[in-house]
């Protein structure tokens, strides 16, 4: 039975009361570990580490920023297969697929963020008072509090943490309780390259999410799942004025006009639908068509 744990400041923590939830093969449909049920303990200990780390890290200059956030990429370079295995036996994708278009992709899209570290500026500076300049700052807005969801677990974890952390932000993320391995992962790693607290990952459900996003000493929340689950959030962003980065799921429709390649057509919307087994925020699920080549299309398929 693989086993794993939440990682707050650095260290491995269990969840307090002991409770863990069954990691499953999707494939085989077995159950192959476990991962703890986070509550109220884990979940302000861990923005506890965050707010400890704020200071320091958000006080480093972007180049230093940077370069930690590169060292961190190549540490993950070093444990591709082993990030590869964790995603595989969590979410029963193909090996290659895995490995070249989500471990590697997101692998690359943090040294993109490392990169923009140095590249944050002010919009604009004017006169507007004589003798004085008035200018625009960018500042870490704090600790950001993110949910992260099953489709995409290592690439969401990434797209999530690293323009908050190349940012000046410390995070809090609580991955999908059915795909955590790789976000536990990933912050096991960069526990030995960043400075404790910078990145803490709190695994568990529901409940854990709600609380992550409506702690107090989250400045920011982030969520990437349902319509009804960001209502929930905007909500609870809206009771303390916490910033709210909301990614949710659409009803995406392919657009087929009347002069259309309808063979390409064909491809692109089954391509859309079923890319990832469907499991996509932009999957195509409906097709609008032009009422002229509706038939046509139809036999194309």
């Known amino acids: 039975m693989t086993s794993v744990l939440n990682v707050i400041g650095g260290r491995f923590v269990p969840a307090a009361s002991g409770e ?25 200990a861990a923005f506890a580490a965050a707010t400890r780390a704020f200071g320091p890290w958000r006080r480093m200059t972007p180049g230093e920023r940077q370069q930690l956030l590169l060292a961190l990429v190549a540490a993950l370079e070093a444990r591709v297969a082993d990030l590869v295995e964790a995603e595989v036996a969590n979410t029963g994708k193909p090996v290659a697929a895995t490995r070249d278009d989500e471990i590697l992709a997101g692998i690359d899209h943090l040294r993109y963020f490392a990169g923009l570290a140095r590249s944050l500026e002010g919009i604009g500076a004017g006169e507007y008072v004589d003798g004085h300049t008035s200018y625009v700052r960018r500042e870490p807005v704090g600790v950001v509090g993110q949910v992260a969801p099953w489709n995409y677990p290592f690439l969401m974890a990434i797209w999530k943490v690293a323009p908050a952390l190349a940012a000046g932000n410390t995070v809090v993320l609580k991955p999908s309780d059915t795909t955590p391995l790789s976000a536990v992962l990933l912050a096991e790693t960069a526990a030995a390259v960043l400075p404790p607290g910078v990145l803490n990952v709190v695994c568990g459900d529901r409940e854990t999410g709600r609380l992550v996003v409506a702690h107090p000493d989250a400045a920011m929340v982030s969520i990437t799942g349902s319509t009804a689950a960001g209502r929930q959030v905007a909500a609870s962003a809206a009771h303390d004025l916490k910033r709210a980065h909301l990614e949710l799921g659409g009803k995406a429709p392919a657009v087929v006009l009347a002069d259309a390649d309808l063979d390409a057509a064909v491809d692109g919307i089954v391509a859309g639908a079923f890319a990832n087994a469907g499991q996509d925020c932009t999957a195509a699920t409906r097709v609008l068509v032009h009422d002229s080549i509706a038939a046509e299309l139809t036999d194309g398929w």
């Open 20 to 44: 863990t939830s069954l990691l499953v093969d999707p494939c085989s449909g077995k159950v192959f570990g476990c991962a703890p049920l986070s509550r109220e303990p884990e979940v302000d």
